[in-house]
């Protein structure tokens, strides 16, 4: 502390008064209360949560994109070299949020030429899962790593009498059932159960 300074005298106003030894007040500073931190904090926190507001994707903002399948699956029907599955009999509160069908060689992600004949097809379910079945004819592997988010073997389901391999991704959101043939490979895949998804494919038909 200065030599120079008498004191330090709290005012009865709450204010620190430094009196030196003229008797000249030096200056005066308010005590820090806790309606003055409160007050700091607000200004801090209220733009953030403006911030959080503005960039939060709400649903009411973001409604699901409903599509109608029905045109691409005829498409698809007509000139794939396999049968292609899509979900019949389907309650109408399942909503149809994505359909692809694209030809080997033609342009799909990044207009990079798609390596095989590709059918997907997914769902909301009421309970906002989404569910999808897609099929592809060529580089298996690959195909199954990409759809099943590089899920591991996780056992088998038995759907209509048919076998399902079960897959599950490594961080255990990603449930998926496969099934291989000769001629193409087809995944049923969700962030759901496998009775879900087993229920799903019981539904799949090829007309």
Known sequence: ???ARAMII????????????DRAVARSRKATTTGDLVRSIAVIMIPLAVITVLFTKLPKDHPVQVVDPQPVLAKARTESPYPILAPANLPNDWRATRVTWVRTGEPYLNEAPSVRNLWRVGYLTPDEDYIAVA???LEPDEFISAETREGAVDGESTVNGDIWERR???DGRTRSLVQRT??????VAGDTSYAALEAFAATLASS
């Open 1 to 3: 502390m200065d030599s």
């Open 10 to 21: 709290a005012g009865s106003t709450g204010a620190i008064v430094e009196i030196w030894k």
């Open 135 to 137: 099929q592809g004819d």
């Open 168 to 170: 599950v991704s490594a």
């Open 182 to 187: 000769d001629t193409v490979t087809t995944v």
